[in-house]
């Protein structure tokens, strides 16, 4: 071989692996963080969401259809939610579209927030008959932090209404339909996962459509 080629080579593979370094070493540009407005999740239910917990129980069932999902409690003591899978968050406003779809309007429905599993979280909830709520459940012992109480700015009945939750930082906002209902303070929960909440108060079974569900950051 060709003593010149030989060391050419050498030198090629010296430089090629001088690059190789110096692009492994060079840092990766940081994500910049998401900014007031920018939307981390939505879900219009027009599929079958891989995003959501489905099922269909005795107690219960979570599905989509007609481009909404639904939740139906069919009336043990015992409230039906669906989990955003693999999702946790610390600051952020929840909107969504939500409706009773039929049975008892001796209900709650909504979503939660900051949930670390199904004995604790807040929950931000109206019902059909015209009442909000917002609570905290810690190890499952429940403590209202505002409500029940009814007011005009729902649609009762099985009007829409348009339910954003929003938890930033320590503060904890519910308004409907584009109304601020209640914000307060509260220290127990930083950041964990969101669900879509039913309950049936009574023993009767409730069911509730909810639609464009959207995450913002705040």
């Known amino acids: 071989m060709n003593p010149y080629l030989r060391h050419s080579a050498n030198w090629l593979a010296i430089w090629l692996s001088l690059v190789a370094l110096a692009t492994a070493c060079t840092p990766a540009t940081p994500e910049p963080p998401p900014g007031v407005g920018d939307v981390l999740f939505s879900d219009d239910f027009t599929t079958t969401s891989p ?52 049975g008892t309007q001796n209900n709650w429905m909504g979503v939660t927030c900051r949930q670390a599993d199904e004995n604790n979280y807040y929950l931000f909830a109206i019902s059909a008959d015209g009442y909000y709520l917002l609570l905290k459940v810690v190890e499952g012992e429940t403590t209202q932090l505002a409500g029940p109480e009814t007011s005009t700015a729902l649609n009762p009945d099985r009007g829409v209404n348009l339910l954003e939750a929003s938890c930033v930082e320590t503060t904890l906002t519910l308004s409907v339909n584009q109304q601020e209902l209640v914000s307060l303070n ?33």
């Open 51 to 102: 995003n959501w917990a489905l099922f269909d129980t005795p107690e219960g069932a979570a599905y989509i259809q007609q481009e909404r999902l639904y939740l139906e409690d069919r009336g043990p003591e015992k409230s039906i939610s669906t989990s955003l899978l693999d999702q946790q968050w610390s600051d952020l406003l929840i909107r969504t579209h939500l409706q009773q779809a039929a």
């Open 186 to 218: 509260d220290e127990q929960f930083r950041t964990g996962g969101i669900a879509l909440f039913a309950d049936s108060v009574t023993r009767e079974t409730t069911s509730v459509a909810f639609d464009d569900f959207v995450i913002t950051a705040p």
